[in-house]
């Protein structure tokens, strides 16, 4: 199992940018894939983004492709999510996740954040 704490969000204007971070504790966290996800008021939560366990492969949801970057930095348990160019419809609680074992997963997590508010404004 691994506990995740998301830190980053806040509010910024359209066009401008964030970094969210997810500090990860427990044994896993280094052979588990990563993910971001986000929930937008009245909507079903959406993936986002995910990072393999190893940081080679990558795979991004149409909506953020070119727009955002996920790295992670397995010496301090931490995956990030970068996003560029922020529209109003990126407004969304942001939850970072975790798989053990699988490779570049859209769905299925096992463990999940809480979440970090971020709000975009026109």
């Known amino acids: 199992q691994v506990q995740l704490v998301e830190s980053g969000g806040g509010s910024v204007q359209a066009g401008g940018s964030l970094r969210l971070s997810c500090v990860a504790s427990?044994?896993?966290?280094?052979?588990?894939?990563m993910g971001w996800f986000r929930q937008a008021p009245g909507k079903e939560r959406e993936f986002v983004a995910a990072?393999?366990?190893?940081?080679?492969?990558?795979a991004y949801a149409d909506s953020v492709k070119g727009r955002a970057t996920i790295s992670r930095d397995n010496t301090k348990n931490t995956v990030y999510l970068e996003m560029n160019n922020l529209k109003v419809e990126d407004t969304a609680v942001y939850y970072c996740?975790?798989?053990?074992?699988?490779?570049?997963?859209?769905?299925?997590?096992?463990?999940w954040g809480q979440g970090t508010q971020v709000t975009v404004s026109s």
């Open positions: 996740a975790a798989k053990f074992g699988v490779s570049v997963p859209r769905k299925g997590y096992d463990d």
């Open positions: 990072v393999s366990w190893g940081g080679s492969s990558r």
């Open positions: 427990g044994r896993t966290f280094s052979s588990s894939a």
